[in-house]
């Protein structure tokens, strides 16, 4: 248990980390959703925003439920409150002020981030 615990504090700091490079100016990539599109049609992010709004997250929790959640529109085995945990252990650890949607338009950024979610629910 102690040791699934440091696992998941090591896989937070990894993301805290990916999203302080994202905000980072030298990084000006332009943004790019990987899973935007469901069948040909846009992903609805209001009705995301609005199911994490229902979970009681914050807004920073919020941004990274939406990014995380438009990634995995076809994900029928990931739970809305395995993403909401993992949003509220990001949020914890990383920069309050930290624009965790915008430091999370680039593609490099929001594979890694689904890197670390995905390691995160399977510790």
Known sequence: MQADQV???MIISKTCAVIAKGKSPQTTQP???LQSMRH????????????AKQLGLDQQE????VVI?????????????????FAKHVVQYCDSEADIYNALKGIEQQMAVMD???RYIHV
């Open 31 to 33: 943004g790019y959703s």
């Open 116 to 118: 670390h979610f995905i």
């Open 62 to 65: 919020q941004d990274l439920f």
């Open 7 to 9: 696992r998941k504090g």
């Open 40 to 51: 040909g049609e846009p992903v609805n992010e209001d009705a995301i925003r609005a199911k």
């Open 69 to 85: 959640k438009r990634n995995l529109v076809h994900s029928k085995k990931v739970k809305d409150g395995q993403i909401a945990a």
